[in-house]
T-cell receptor, first 114, second 109 residues
């Protein structure tokens, strides 16, 4: 049973560029959350997708957007990259049960903005 | 802000039990206590969670006080591979996870 997978593993971009990160949830899961983890910090919640819609959003600007596909996989898009966007981007999946959902994390995508 | 308080770091000798404390005095009745750990630059790994009863799985045990204001994660026989940052989190489960700073656990050979 494959866990949460993310691609690519590493990515280098320059300021002003746009980036797309991808996530495939754990088999049987229908909810995907994205987190940003800066070096030395705990992960920060970006947003959560369920039924192809953004259900919750953290304190991130509109430059951060996402999408969930019918097969539950998800993309995170970041426009107009800033140096401060350099971080480990984590995807977590869970099964919507109303509550008591355990989120399982992928290995992350390391984004470096130069 | 995170609703939990954890010591910033702890040491434990290899082979001994590691007991990681967590305070969550403002926990709500429908919130669970979750524990995750993060080994250097990897994604957080789910360990265990509980509501009010003590829980045990193949990785660890979770002891929650009767008033639910604190808990302890127990790794029964710590190994060097258990060196990681351990996060204690309170969450309804369908909500975003708010991570605090966690406890950096060092396993000493």
């Amino acid at each position: 049973d494959a866990g949460v997978t993310q691609s690519p593993t590493h990515l280098i971009k320059t300021r002003g560029q746009q980036v797309t990160l991808r996530c495939s949830p754990k088999s049987g899961h229908d909810t995907v959350s994205w987190y940003q983890q800066a070096l030395g910090q705990g992960p920060q919640f970006i947003f959560q997708y369920y039924e192809e819609e953004e259900r919750q959003r953290g304190n991130f600007p509109d430059r951060f957007s996402g999408h969930q596909f019918p097969n539950y996989s998800s993309e995170l898009n970041v426009n107009a990259l800033l140096l401060g966007d350099s971080a480990l981007y984590l995807c977590a999946s869970s099964l919507e049960q109303g509550w008591k959902n355990t989120q399982y994390f992928g290995p992350g995508t390391r984004l470096t903005v130069l | 802000d995170a609703k939990t308080t954890q010591p910033p770091s702890m040491d434990c000798a290899e082979g001994r039990a590691a007991n990681l404390p967590c305070n969550h005095s403002t926990i709500s009745g429908n919130e669970y206590v979750y524990w995750y750990r993060q080994i250097h630059s990897q994604g957080p790994q789910y360990i265990i969670h509980g509501l009010k009863n003590n829980e045990t799985n193949e990785m660890a045990s979770l002891i929650i006080t009767e008033d639910r204001k604190s808990s302890t994660l127990i790794l029964p026989h710590a190994t060097l591979r258990d060196t990681a940052v351990y996060y204690c989190i309170v969450s309804r489960g369908d909500d975003k996870i708010i991570f605090g700073k966690g406890t950096r656990l060092h396993i000493l050979p």
